[in-house]
């Protein structure tokens, strides 16, 4: 049986925060754990694997010490009833796991935004933005500021879903779907429209519009994405889902979504990692980008096809 959720690992303390979400993941959709751990090469064999000379070899006291990390970790899971399986391999990082995830397409990846280097290696050009951006799997990801309960256990009780009324954002919805049924989750469907306050400072610059028609624009935004989020709701309510809620929000699109995950206890974010542009830019800069950086829970984020 294919692993159904893959957690790679670097030996941090961060990286292993993630251990409790993949476990109450497993449990709840009844599947194993694969834990990973991949060994970069040396510079010269990196050189030599880029040239398509060889592919690099991991020494046996590297392997023999990675494999008794993951032995270790494999603990964490002692008593839960998951089934935890373990695999060393020797590569580029983000390769690798994107790999295993090809493998497994229905697999949830879960790790850190960053790890055993810490604080200062962000999101950007890391193995966890590499892995978002090219990964076929939804990828659950932690800040080292996302919490769980006072003894340590992963506390997911209800997701903040973003959607901006394009079908792009809308592919989050199965994982929704999935994850809502498994862990019996509240679900918030959320819509963020522009505020009187944005309509006003884009007047400055581009139109001319009077303060009245600005103000009847924006409300008239919010009433059509509150009438979008309850069509949502119909759609989920047909898939057996009960606990939905909707919420319009007005002004920034981030810290609107950061704000409705920090007033939620035990909640996580699942979105999409672009919405109605369309566009395939990098992470950085986006609405996803800026969740994921300054937020203080989990995010699962899905790539769009």
């Known amino acids: 049986m294919a692993a159904g959720v893959i957690v790679p690992l670097d030996g941090s303390s961060l990286g292993e925060a993630v251990l409790p979400y993949a476990k109450r993941l497993a449990a709840a959709l009844k599947t194993d754990v694969m834990l990973v751990q991949v060994v970069e090469p040396t510079a010269k064999e990196l050189k030599q694997y880029a040239k398509g000379e060889k592919r690099p070899q991991l020494p046996e006291a590297g392997a023999r010490a990675a494999q008794a990390y993951l032995d270790k970790a494999v603990g964490h899971f002692k008593g839960s009833g998951v089934a ?61 500021k996302a919490k769980g309960g006072p003894t340590g256990e992963a506390r997911l009780s209800a997701v903040i879903v973003p959607l901006d009324g394009s079908p792009v954002a809308e592919q989050s919805l199965p994982q929704v779907i999935r994850l809502a049924r498994a862990l019996d989750l509240r679900v918030t469907l959320l819509q963020v429209t522009p505020s009187l306050a944005d309509f006003t400072k884009w007047n400055a610059t581009y139109m001319s519009a009077p303060t009245t028609e600005l103000a009847a624009t924006a409300e008239d935004l919010a009433k059509d994405a509150a009438k979008y989020l309850a069509g949502i709701a119909s759609r989920l309510k047909t898939e057996g889902l009960r606990n939905i809620e909707t919420s319009v929000l007005q002004g920034d699109a981030a ?21 109605r542009t369309g566009l395939t830019r990098t992470l950085l800069g986006s609405t996803a980008d800026r969740v994921v950086r300054h937020g203080g829970t989990p995010v699962l984020l899905v790539r769009p096809k």
């Open 84 to 144: 935890v399986s373990t695999k060393v391999l020797t590569g580029i990082p983000a390769v690798e796991i994107i790999g295993l995830g090809e493998k497994s397409r229905h697999a949830i990846i879960v790790m850190p935004t960053h790890g055993r280097s810490g604080i200062r290696r962000w999101l950007l050009g890391s193995v966890a933005d590499k892995v978002i951006h090219y990964a076929v799997n939804p990828v659950l990801v932690m800040h080292p």
């Open 255 to 275: 810290t609107a979504i950061l704000a409705a995950a920090e007033g939620s206890k035990g909640s996580f974010v699942a979105m999409t990692t672009r919405g």
